[in-house]
């Protein structure tokens, strides 16, 4: 039998996803037609003999309680279950805190996902690499570019016996162009090492305020509540690695973060076209008597489409939403119950729930290139040039235009702004 954590964080570490998260969390935001989350819960409804899905995080216990719902009626035969920690015991910590629920039926594999990736989840074959080289543990890696490679924790790769030889977070120098995608797999005596990581952790921090006794700063340290921390990254697969018990496999398929809500965007494209590739059902196409639909495109069966609208590519519209005539959306998510009036344009952006885009409106922002793009909001002041961003209830004027700018839930637009926040 196999088990899988999903670490969900909580609504204090979504703050680069505003405005977005003020109304959804982020594990819940749907890319592609469907909650993050959702994306992965499915690949690992795939993975051989995995029994339960426990989600863990400090959210209130309602928030998931529907989408769990949801789920367990969707994949009858896994179990699913959320976890609440009681203070933020790091990105281990939660992990290692409810280990015997998690061990709970003698689980031979665990799964570790984080909740904001989007990847092709080739879950079968990491858990196959893992149980042949029979490492303590393994973590999915994939090739990102060398300018970047600083943002991500990067990986030192035996090519010929896939050995995790050095782990390094998101190093100031170039290490590898190895990084972690955030998936991992362990067999069950990863609590073990993780018992040890935490002694450890304990002793340097014990040996930290003896020393700091001895120099007269007997204060207590601001720091004391990180004690029973226990960060997955610098405790836990830097050591793993250290010690020869990490293996690597390589992602060749689609990966990237959801880190801010500009991310969201090239996400969705990415299950939109994964999806358009399995030939998925609730992808539309183009229709005598419906709008004309270019490549891959989500629209909910309650939205109402003009049949002079055109739509697409990469393109989810969801509930409730009316679109109406010679109205042009791209690369875009349009949320629930958006009204967007006649010959208005929406161009790589997201249009918050129960926005107003007025006639001939304009809502646009420039296509994502690379991973750079979506991680700066502003530079020197200014908001850069990334995804357009409505927050929730925003009104937009006829023939206003807004370019490049994020704007905050309840506002009326009345004239045309460019590469602003608007507050």
Known sequence: MNKAVILVGGPSRATRFRPLSMRQPQPLFPVGGKPIIWHQIKALSMVKDLKEIILIGFFEDFVFRPFLNSCQEEFPEIAFKYLREYSQLGTA?????????????????????????????PLNDLLSQHE?????????????????????????????TKLAEHYVEKPETYVSDLASTGVFVFNQEIFRFMATALEKRVDEFESERAKESAYGRSEESEDVEDINRLRLEQDVLRQMAAEKK???FMCTGFWRQIKSAASAVPANALYLKK????????????????????????????????????????????????????????????????????????????????????????????????????DEVTHLGVKVNSICILGEDVQVKDEVFIR????????????????????
Not at 96 to 114: E, S, T, V
Not at 148 to 160: K, P, Q, R, T
Not at 275 to 294: H, Q, Y
Not at 404 to 423: D, F, R, T, Y
């Open 93 to 121: 910590g939660g992990f290692f805190h409810f280990r015997d629920q998690i061990m709970r039926g003698n689980p031979k594999n665990i799964f570790m996902l984080y909740t904001d990736i989007c990847c092709s989840f």
């Open 132 to 160: 042949r080289h029979g490492r303590l543990g393994t973590i999915m890696v994939t090739k990102v570019d060398r300018s970047s490679a600083h943002l991500y924790g990067c990986v030192v790769v035996d090519n010929e």
């Open 246 to 248: 990490l293996s690597a």
């Open 275 to 374: 999806a358009l590739g399995d030939n998925e059902s609730f992808l539309v196409k183009t229709t005598s008597d419906g709008p004309e639909i270019t490549g891959a495109v989500y629209i909910h069966p309650t939205a109402q489409i003009h049949p002079t609208a055109v739509i697409g590519p990469n393109v989810s519209i969801h509930a409730r939403v009316v679109v109406g005539p010679g109205v042009r959306i791209n690369d875009s998510i349009v949320l629930d119950n958006v009204n967007i009036k006649d010959n208005a344009a929406i161009l790589h952006a997201i249009v918050g729930w129960d926005c107003r885009i007025g006639k001939w409106g304009r809502v646009e922002g420039s296509q994502i290139t690379s991973p750079d793009d979506i």
């Open 404 to 423: 490049n700018s994020i704007v905050l839930p309840h506002k009326e637009m009345a004239g045309n702004k460019h590469n602003e926040i608007i507050m």
